[in-house]
């Protein structure tokens, strides 16, 4: 076995391990055990791209629905070279987990490809695109499972994938697909819905965390894609709440004791491609940024960012999960002997498929809202979901993660009982 693929198997079995946990103090019965554990359907596809210089390329995709009992399959479509099987079904377990703590009527699905999308061109990240829901057109839809953006993907994709189903279908389908850009039935806000909701749970987390705090919290960043970026800027701007200390990027790390000018730093990463040599910026090594002395870490990266190896050198209070699965099972259990409070990710970054939902409600209904209604939709949705997850924590005397996966098996359990599963 390969260490990526040990990798990868980590990642499912961290998912499976707290389903387990969460049934053990519920005392769910092993029958519904089985039932949650494995997808309800996997449907894989080889999609062929012709490349501008004329040959063909075949790459492998992928789309795994776990759990349809609270409603329709729900989850992001990611472009990225270590996508697999192993990942995409802890990804679409983590929905499916995802949604109940939302209480949004969805089930959980995700979806994939296998590629370096930084190696194609705009016209060959089309034929990609387009050629997706054309080998997956017949699992997919808007009332049987609706995609969105997710690594590497963005609205311009959902974009091609939404039209490539209209065509198919022969008629418009706006509900299909979310997070597409506004002109053509996208929510105002989804683009940034999962770095504010997650700053919204922060919110809440700080008014019970930090209670007599006098001074702006510094905050360490790893990993400034749409979510950890839009996050860093939105904290930014946060009434000197704030202060982002510390960002990473896949390539490079930078450290300024005294706090970043997010936009400027972010305006650099987007027109020079890297973020070293900002002005006052120290380069670090990723793993430093991940031990400093700050009291709210952010890993907004991929899974296993902080493991069993490097876990005892973060000092940070708090750990703010908006990527999927950034702490391993081994690494959660070092940090909360140590103290450290993690919100986790099935929380933190619930905020863009709640938009999503919001989103797919508009595009069914024919009426749209504003940015003033949707902000505060959000913030209700995040906020008491979040209270929620502590209530239960205080219940069972647990961790928020495991609370959090209590309330949300409970509401599954409920539903597949009442549908006779």
Same mark, same amino acid.
């Given at each position: 076995?390969?260490?990526?693929?040990?990798?990868?198997?980590?990642?499912?079995?961290?998912?499976?391990?707290?389903?387990?946990?969460?049934?053990?103090?519920?005392?769910?019965?092993?029958?519904?055990?089985?039932?949650?554990?494995?997808?309800?359907?996997?449907?894989?596809?080889?999609?062929?791209?012709?490349?501008?210089?004329?040959?063909?390329?075949?790459?492998?995709?992928?789309?795994?629905?776990?759990?349809?009992?609270?409603?329709?399959?729900?989850?992001?479509?990611?472009?990225?070279?270590?996508?697999?099987?192993?990942?995409?079904? @802890?990804?679409?377990?983590?929905?499916?987990?995802?949604?109940?703590?939302?209480?949004?009527?969805?089930?959980?699905?995700?979806?994939?490809?296998?590629?370096?999308?930084?190696?194609?061109?705009?016209?060959?990240?089309?034929?990609?695109?387009?050629?997706?829901?054309?080998?997956?057109?017949?699992?997919?839809?808007?009332?049987?499972?609706?995609?969105?953006?997710?690594?590497?993907?963005?609205?311009?994709?959902? @974009?091609?994938?939404?039209?490539?189903?209209?065509?198919?279908?022969?008629?418009?389908?706006?509900?299909?697909?979310?997070?597409?850009?506004?002109?053509?039935?996208?929510?105002?806000?989804?683009?940034?819905?999962?770095?504010?909701?997650?700053?919204?749970?922060?919110?809440?987390?700080?008014?019970?965390?930090?209670?007599?705090?006098?001074?702006?919290?510094?905050?360490?960043?790893?990993?400034?894609?749409?979510?950890?970026?839009?996050?860093?800027?939105?904290?930014?701007?946060?009434?000197?709440?704030?202060?982002?200390?510390?960002?990473?990027?896949?390539?490079?790390?930078?450290?300024?004791?005294?706090?970043?000018?997010?936009?400027?730093?972010?305006?650099?990463?987007?027109?020079?491609?890297?973020?070293?040599?900002?002005?006052?910026?120290?380069?670090?090594?990723?793993?430093?940024?991940?031990?400093?002395?700050?009291?709210?870490?952010?890993?907004?990266?991929?899974?296993?960012?902080?493991?069993?190896?490097?876990?005892?050198?973060?000092? @940070?209070?708090?750990?703010?999960?908006?990527?999927?699965?950034?702490?391993?099972?081994?690494?959660?259990?070092?940090?909360?002997?140590?103290?450290?409070?993690?919100?986790?990710?099935?929380?933190?970054?619930?905020?863009?498929?709640?938009?999503?939902?919001?989103?797919?409600?508009?595009?069914?209904?024919?009426?749209?809202?504003?940015?003033?209604?949707?902000? @505060?939709?959000?913030?209700?949705?995040?906020?008491?979901?979040?209270?929620?997850?502590?209530?239960?924590?205080?219940?069972?005397?647990?961790?928020?993660?495991?609370?959090?996966?209590?309330?949300?098996?409970?509401?599954?359990?409920?539903?597949?009982?009442?549908?006779?599963?």
């Amino acid at each position: 076995m390969t260490i990526k693929e040990m990798e990868k198997e980590t990642a499912f079995d961290s998912a499976l391990s707290q389903l387990e946990k969460a049934c053990e103090i519920l005392q769910v019965g092993g029958d519904v055990l089985k039932v949650l554990r494995e997808p309800q359907k996997i449907t894989l596809a080889s999609i062929l791209v012709q490349l501008d210089n004329g040959s063909t390329e075949v790459f492998q995709g992928y789309r795994v629905q776990h759990n349809n009992a609270r409603g329709p399959y729900k989850g992001g479509i990611r472009f990225h070279p270590r996508v697999d099987l192993d990942e995409v079904k @802890a990804l679409s377990f983590w929905m499916s987990i995802k949604t109940a703590v939302l209480d949004v009527p969805y089930g959980g699905a995700k979806g994939g490809v296998t590629v370096d999308p930084k190696k194609l061109s705009q016209k060959e990240l089309e034929r990609l695109s387009r050629g997706f829901v054309r080998q997956f057109y017949s699992v997919i839809g808007p009332d049987q499972d609706i995609p969105a953006p997710d690594v590497y993907t963005n609205s311009q994709v959902m @974009a091609w994938m939404s039209d490539e189903y209209s065509t198919i279908a022969g008629k418009k389908e706006p509900a299909a697909f979310t997070g597409k850009p506004i002109e053509i039935g996208g929510s105002i806000d989804r683009d940034t819905s999962t770095s504010q909701g997650g700053v919204y749970v922060l919110e809440e987390v700080i008014k019970h965390r930090f209670k007599s705090r006098k001074k702006p919290l510094t905050v360490a960043i790893y990993g400034i894609g749409n979510v950890g970026g839009g996050a860093a800027e939105i904290l930014h701007y946060a009434n000197n709440d704030f202060k982002v200390v510390a960002l990473a990027d896949s390539k490079n790390a930078v450290y300024n004791p005294h706090g970043f000018d997010v936009p400027f730093l972010l305006a650099q990463k987007h027109e020079e491609g890297t973020i070293a040599g900002f002005k006052g910026a120290k380069e670090i090594t990723h793993e430093e940024l991940l031990t400093l002395g700050v009291d709210i870490l952010i890993p907004a990266a991929l899974e296993n960012t902080i493991t069993a190896e490097n876990a005892d050198g973060v000092q @940070a209070k708090l750990i703010l999960e908006m990527a999927n699965g950034p702490v391993t099972p081994e690494a959660e259990k070092i940090l909360l002997k140590n103290g450290t409070l993690i919100v986790p990710d099935i929380l933190v970054n619930a905020g863009g498929v709640t938009v999503s939902y919001f989103e797919w409600s508009q595009n069914k209904s024919g009426f749209y809202w504003d940015s003033e209604e949707v902000q @505060a939709k959000l913030a209700k949705k995040m906020k008491t979901a979040y209270k929620n997850v502590l209530e239960i924590s205080k219940t069972y005397k647990t961790d928020l993660r495991t609370a959090a996966y209590i309330l949300a098996v409970s509401k599954i359990v409920k539903a597949q009982g009442q549908l006779g599963v």
